[in-house]
Nanobody
């Protein structure tokens, strides 16, 4: 059983910063990638950023503002979000892709508003 526990969401002002964390627990091996997706009301879930051995990938609108990183010893992935914009408002979901399957966190709300 694999569990993903997210934290760090909340309210930020435009131009502000938030840091999301996602800790994975359970039987975890052969990690293909970890990442973050988001879903705003009335829209489809979209990729924000992923990290896999040797590479990172970002959605165009967050490049230069968001940074994804991973602590392999803790099986934890982070998303540092700077220069936040109102259009970043969404529920952010952690994703873990193993050779054996794919898992999602429960989601954490990020709201950017003055």
């Amino acid at each position: 059983q694999v569990q993903l526990v997210e934290s760090g969401g909340g309210l930020a002002q435009p131009g502000g910063s938030l840091r999301l964390s996602c800790a994975a627990s359970g039987i975890i091996f052969s990690i293909r990638a970890m990442g973050w997706y988001r879903q705003a009301p009335g829209t489809q879930r979209e990729l924000v950023a992923t990290i896999s051995p040797g590479s990172t990938n970002y959605e165009d609108s967050v490049k230069g503002r968001f940074t994804i990183s991973r602590d392999k010893n803790k099986n934890t992935v982070y998303l540092q979000m700077n220069s936040l914009k109102p259009e970043d408002t969404a529920v952010y979901y952690c994703n873990l892709r193993l050779v054996a399957g794919e898992y999602w966190g429960q989601g954490t709300q990020v709201t950017v508003s003055s």
